[in-house]
């Protein structure tokens, strides 16, 4: 009985330290709800959806106006990307604008908040978000360009705030965190230029005509019809040594006047150097089979 009554006791004694406490978590909640405009919030989602279908506009736009006008397409892209990353920093700030009441708390609680989301959780997407700033500055790549990067090679279509976006030449698309491309090497092809050099290696035997191979090469390179004649069209010659045959390789370096035709291009020339070869005996290399 006695230790009942000490159990009540302690019991009633506890209950205006739990009132007290609950009623400072009331009262932190009325504060945090005090500096939140919820007028602000209703039409916030309005300037979000509004955001949304101008970004999909202007995606479609500029996919229309980039088929249509094709020399444009590299400028267009470009601008769309810089227009995005606006539209996405401006949004951000007029959403926030609206849905606070900025004072000194608004401002400490952020600071604090941030400060802890960047060290812990948010480190690896603040450090995509600078380095996204630092590719948009330093420019290794634009958008169009058709780069190699970490094994993948294709169209970069999109540079963001958090990550690039490459479509390959199978048609998938790759996403890239931005802060990859500080520390590995990005190889572009055309760096902002429509036009791109396309490197197609031939192999003939060692006995064979080399000059006559050689000018076969240059003529159907240059009476391609994806060829960019403005920029030479080149053939280099070389002996090739492996470990079971000898042989001469002929490299055609040549520009295809657009890159979306890379592949047609090289389908074409190497079509019509067969066809030529054959024509004029050029055999390929023989390669010889070691006697066990």
């Known amino acids: 009985m006695k230790r009942l009554i000490i159990l009540l006791f302690i019991g009633f004694a506890a209950l205006p330290c739990f009132a007290t406490e609950e009623i400072a978590n009331v009262e932190n909640i ?39 006008f094709v020399q444009y397409r590299m400028l267009l892209q470009k601008l769309q990307s810089f227009t995005q990353f606006f539209i996405y920093m401006s949004t951000g700030i007029v959403v ?24 812990f959780a948010l480190k690896d997407l603040a450090a995509s978000f600078i380095a996204g700033i630092t590719v948009m500055i330093d420019r290794p790549f634009q958008v169009g ?18 990550s690039v976006r490459m479509r390959t030449l199978t048609d998938d698309i790759i996403t890239i965190p931005n802060n990859k491309f500080l520390n590995e090497v990005v190889v572009s092809g055309n760096y902002g230029a429509l036009d791109m050099q396309v490197v197609i290696p031939f192999y ?89």
């Open 145 to 162: 360009d058709r780069v190699t990067f970490e094994g993948n090679y294709g169209d970069i279509i999109t540079i963001g705030l958090r």
């Open 204 to 292: 003939i035997g060692m006995n064979e005509d080399i000059t006559l191979a050689r000018d076969l090469i240059q003529e159907a390179a240059s009476s391609s019809r994806y060829i960019h004649l403005p920029k030479p069209v080149t053939v280099l010659v070389k002996q090739t040594i492996t470990d079971n045959y000898l042989a001469i390789q002929l490299t055609c370096k040549a520009y295809v006047v657009d890159t979306a035709y890379e592949k047609l291009f090289e389908t074409d020339i190497t079509l019509r150097v067969m066809k030529e070869f054959r024509k004029h005996n050029i055999n390929p290399p023989k390669i010889a089979v070691n006697a066990s």
């Open 30 to 68: 009325s504060k945090i709800a005090s500096l939140v405009r919820w007028s602000g919030v209703f039409f916030s989602l309005f300037v979000i959806a509004g955001a949304w279908l101008l970004l999909k506009f202007m995606s479609s736009m500029v996919e229309s106006f980039g088929s249509q």
């Open 96 to 119: 926030f604008m609206m849905s606070f009441r900025i004072n000194d708390q608004i401002l400490a609680l952020i600071g604090g908040t941030l400060a802890v989301s960047v060290g």
